[in-house]
């Protein structure tokens, strides 16, 4: 199966500072690439869809000026977290659909943590 | 918009066999999607119904009965790796911008 690849895992802020994720599909092309959220022992809540080479789609009460995204290539999407607060601590996954868009590729997903 | 239910947990003992469900509310169906979900891990896909009926794969089986907004994921053989949680998925019209239900963590014991 394709394969999506997420950097860091792992990451350690302190409040006030940006963080970049990175979501790769590594064995594909991926024109459109999801960004979730989830909190431990809850759902996955979409916040975001990427679109290579066009403005991303967020989903209501997601600050588009605080979660960036861009999706420069067809293999590349990055989400940053801007002027990150402890409240934005979480899980991010990304995920790529196949061409059919029965299934999605998630990422491994990305531990932040801000202090 | 989408909504899906699903029990928030089920237990079951190795080797036996579980049923998790999930009803949808959904104004374009475009299919249900099984995920399973390891503690600290990624969602993995299990399973797709577009259609009515039943789809087995493995030890999973999926079904899905579109007049009734209903689905089910059955295990079988349970085994104490299948602990994780389960989520539903449902996508609308031809864009797939799935909805995930709040998922079903499933403890088997020994």
């Known amino acids: 199966g394709a394969v999506v690849s997420q950097h860091p895992s792992r990451v350690i802020c302190k409040s006030g500072t940006s963080v970049k994720i990175e979501c790769r599909s590594l064995?594909?092309?991926?024109?459109?690439m999801f960004w979730y959220r989830q909190f431990p022992k809850q759902s996955l809540m979409l916040m975001a869809t990427?679109?290579?080479?066009?403005?991303?789609?967020?989903e209501q009460g997601v600050e588009k000026d605080k979660f960036l995204i861009n999706h420069a290539s067809l293999t590349l999407s990055t989400l940053t977290v801007t002027s990150a607060h402890p409240e934005d601590s979480s899980f991010y996954i990304c995920?790529?659909?196949?061409?059919?868009?029965?299934?999605?590729?998630f990422g491994p997903g990305t531990r932040l943590t801000v202090t | 918009g989408q909504s899906l239910e699903q029990p928030s947990e089920v237990t079951a003992v190795e080797g036996a066999i579980v049923q998790i469900n999930c009803t949808y509310q959904?104004?374009?169906?475009?299919?249900l999607s099984w995920y399973q979900q390891h503690d600290g891990g990624a969602p993995t896909f299990l399973s797709y119904?577009?259609?009515?009926g039943l789809e087995e794969t493995g030890r999973f089986s999926s079904f899905l009965s579109r007049s009734d907004s209903y689905g089910y994921l059955l295990l079988q053989e349970l085994q104490m790796k299948d602990s994780a949680s389960y989520f539903c998925?449902?996508?609308?019209?031809?864009?797939?911008?799935?909805?995930f239900g709040r998922g079903t963590s499933l403890i088997v014991h020994p």
């Open positions: 995920s790529a659909p196949t061409g059919d868009r029965r299934e999605q590729y």
């Open positions: 064995d594909f092309q991926a024109t459109t």
């Open positions: 990427s679109n290579e080479g066009s403005k991303a789609t967020y």
């Open positions: 959904t104004s374009g169906f475009y299919g």
């Open positions: 119904n577009a259609l009515d």
């Open positions: 998925a449902v996508g609308e019209g031809g864009s797939y911008i799935p909805t």
